[in-house]
């Protein structure tokens, strides 16, 4: 398994950070990556929640594993390529004063097998991109400047 952790300070609280992240099926509208999203379940928050994503020419389903209100989001990713056995994203923030740390922990699992491995290096890094460019789409959303 492979994990990827990318981390932003955001002048907001962790409830601002929070509004924006629990607001599951509009990630589309401040992550430059995704170019729609939707919920696929009437469910629109909690552990169960789904939402599909379009990434390029991929069609990703995200159902939600962790809930965890003002702290923690995580949720599994589906539609990746075949080599990919398991991926998921975790959203942590942890609040100082007026601004929070958001941390972005990517996970991919292709295998243990050398070759196997090689693969989930790969795809971690084109997941840290992306972990990269969703802190800084919400970042932007919040409006705070990038750093």
Do not use: K
């Not at 995580?74 to 991926?87: E, H, K, W």
């Not at 699992?109 to 990269?132: E, F």
């Amino acid at each position: 398994m492979v994990e990827i952790v990318e981390e932003s300070s955001i002048a907001r609280s962790p409830d601002a950070v929070w509004a924006v992240l629990a607001d599951f099926g509009a990630i589309g509208r401040w992550a430059p990556n995704v170019e729609h999203s939707c919920l696929t379940t009437d469910q629109r928050d909690g552990v169960g929640a789904v939402r599909r994503v379009q990434v390029g020419r991929n069609a990703l389903l995200e159902r939600v594993v962790t809930w965890t209100p003002g702290r923690e989001l995580a949720y599994t990713i589906d539609g990746l390529p075949s080599v990919v056995r398991s991926a998921d994203n975790a959203w942590t923030l942890v609040g100082s004063g007026s601004s929070t740390t958001v941390t972005l922990t990517s996970r991919i699992d292709t295998g243990p097998r050398p070759p196997q491995q090689l693969v989930a290096r790969i795809v971690g890094r084109a997941l840290g991109r992306a972990s990269r460019e969703m802190l800084t789409g919400l970042r932007a959303h919040l409006g705070e400047a990038a750093r």
